[in-house]
Nanobody
């Protein structure tokens, strides 16, 4: 059993920054892909970013490229999402997820992931 807990969300003005953290507890594995997804009200959950077990490969949705940075610290069992130049369109609940058996490009698919956090709210005002 693995538990993921997100933190760092909140209210920020457009153009501002936030850093989200996802801390893992219970049984944890460094050899996994970690991902961030988000879901806005009345919208489907969408992929935001992912990072390989080594941290050597990162992947981003087109909507956040150049603004968001995903990173991880395996020694601390924590993954981060640095969000800069925030826009109102970024408003959503953000979820972290762990894929214990990554395969190919399936990091884009939410159903690839084995564990999910409860989410943290990010609200960006105009």
């Amino acid at each position: 059993q693995v538990q993921l807990v997100e933190s760092g969300g909140g209210l920020v003005q457009a153009g501002g920054s936030l850093r989200l953290s996802c801390a893992a507890s219970g049984r944890t594995f460094s050899n996994c892909t970690m991902g961030w997804f988000r879901q806005a009200p009345r919208k489907e959950r969408e992929f935001v970013a992912a990072i390989s077990w080594s941290g050597g490969s990162t992947f981003y949705a087109d909507s956040v490229k150049g603004r968001f940075t995903i990173s991880r610290d395996n020694a601390k069992n924590t993954v981060y999402l640095q969000m800069n130049s925030l826009k109102p369109e970024d408003t959503a609940v953000y979820y972290c997820a762990a894929d214990l058996n990554p395969l190919g490009s399936w990091y884009l698919n939410q159903y690839e992931y084995d564990y999910w956090g409860q989410g943290t709210q990010v609200t960006v005002s105009s």
